[in-house]
């Protein structure tokens, strides 16, 4: 007869090994955290991009550059990231920030696959999608995700 | 009374009313501690506790819940004022998600399912644990998710 917890009423061994499944849960929950982390903000290189058209976007494309972000209603970021990139097109005329809804496009969603909000594509003078960024994103990787002189015709 | 937002899940409002967002990280927080006394203890009562405190979060709002008052009464009169606030409605919607997780693993439990508590506990833990680490709201995610599942004719239109 195993000893048991007076407490748990559990045996010390079933014990132990529910310690090293919550071990295990917390370090599944951690590795995700830090990939997640790592990516946030970070601008991707979209290789054959898709190409969006004022049309699709219900808004002016910028003369150099349009940061078209996906949102929703339960996004806890989104708030955060339409004040850095309105701040940014603020500042250069060339840029352009348009947000959408993903829950109401959600034709946009499934063409763009766009899974997570916010989500941030950032088109050429042309409207072809050439950076993907998700996640919280700050002022510095904003701009940084310009760049300053390729995309001039 | 005035709860923006819940009402009116089409909008993407600008930074109106909020509340504090250390307030949800907090509560995440104490939400974590309690699944992880479920998970290692396979304690049912524990799991039907957290899940009575999620259902009060999804009627009331986070600011409203349990935690969310322990937090304004305790822990944000020792706290500087916030820089931002957020919009409460994600992290309401959140706590609507963990009263589903953990209410499925009890009715589970209830049917005598072995370790029902156990898995429930670790999902709703990995998402709690998520947010009060890294403030990365899991259960917000679903929502796209889930609008995207409910196929396309929903979406255009409107």
């Known amino acids: 007869m195993p000893w048991r917890c007076p407490v748990l009423l559990l045996s010390v061994d079933s014990f132990l090994l529910r310690v090293a499944v919550l071990v295990v849960v917390l370090l599944l929950a951690t590795s995700v955290g830090l990939v997640l982390r790592r990516r946030a903000g970070r601008a991707r290189v979209v290789i054959d991009g898709d190409v969006l058209a004022a049309a699709d976007l219900a808004a002016p494309l910028g003369e150099r550059a349009t940061f078209v972000q996906f949102s929703s209603p339960t996004c806890s970021s989104c708030g955060a990231v339409r004040r850095v990139l309105t701040g940014l097109a603020a500042t250069d005329p060339g840029l352009a920030h348009v947000e959408i809804d993903a829950t109401e496009r959600l034709d946009l969603a499934r063409r763009l696959s766009i899974l997570r909000t916010p989500t941030v594509l950032l088109l050429d003078h042309r409207g072809l999608v050439v950076r993907r960024i998700s996640g919280p994103i700050t002022p510095e990787q904003a701009r940084a995700a310009v760049p300053e002189s390729t995309w001039s015709r | ?158």
């Open chain 2, 1 to 158: 009374m005035t709860d923006p937002g819940t009402k009116n899940p089409g909008t993407v409002r600008g930074s109106g009313g909020g509340i504090d967002p250390r307030g949800p990280r907090v509560g995440a927080g104490l939400t974590a501690v309690v699944l992880a006394i479920a998970l290692v203890t396979g304690n049912v009562w524990v799991l039907a506790g957290q899940a009575v405190i999620f259902a009060l979060g999804s009627l009331l709002g986070v600011q409203r819940s349990p935690y969310g008052l322990l937090f304004r009464r305790f822990v944000r009169p020792r706290l500087a004022p916030p820089s931002e606030l957020e919009d409460p409605a994600p992290p309401r919607f959140a706590q609507t998600v963990g009263l589903i997780v953990t209410g499925v693993g009890l009715i589970f439990a209830a049917a005598g399912v072995d370790a029902a508590v156990e898995v429930a506990a670790a999902l709703a833990l990995v998402a709690a644990f998520l947010n009060t680490v890294f403030g990365l709201c899991l259960g917000c995610e679903l929502y796209l998710l889930l609008a995207r599942l409910r196929g396309p004719r929903a979406a255009v239109g409107q």
